[in-house]
């Protein structure tokens, strides 16, 4: 067991440290995020493929190997200012392809609902079609 003045001690040094611990903290949590950042930028162009545009990819890629440089160094900022940079770029890659996908979706969406449209009009004559109209019920269960 610990004697009174070995715990006071070591409170002490705790206390006196504090400021360190909390400089070094921040210190690695901006490396992880800078890191984890790096690795999501490159599985997003992966999984996005096409749907970025050369310019996009070739940006993006070149704020990725400028985070990878700064988490090769200790400056902080530089690290923060990189990853800032690369966040930007992320969202502006993400909106495009969102905006790609979407278009490409309404566009193809079109004729076929048109062509929907015009089936439910020629096979309604006569009678009604309440295949938009069924009510939908929740179910509930007991755990025995």
């Known amino acids: 067991m610990l004697s009174k003045t070995d715990v006071d001690r070591m409170v002490n040094e705790a206390a006196a440290h504090a400021d360190e611990d909390k400089k070094r903290k921040e210190e690695v949590e901006t490396r992880n995020q800078g890191d984890a950042l790096a690795y999501q930028a490159e599985r997003t162009l992966r999984d996005l493929g096409d749907k ?20 090769k160094g200790s400056d902080q900022a530089a690290i923060k200012t990189a990853t800032d940079a690369l966040v930007e770029q992320l969202q502006k890659v993400s909106t495009a392809a969102y905006q790609a996908t979407a278009a490409a979706e309404t566009e193809g969406a079109g004729p076929a609902e048109a062509a929907e449209g015009e089936a439910d009009q ?3 004559a006569g009678g009604s079609s309440d295949q938009g109209n069924e009510e939908v019920v929740e179910g509930e269960y007991k755990e025995a």
């Open 122 to 124: 020629s096979g309604s």
């Open 52 to 71: 970025v545009s050369a310019e996009d990819r070739a940006e993006t890629e070149r704020r990725v190997e400028a985070v990878r440089a700064a988490l």
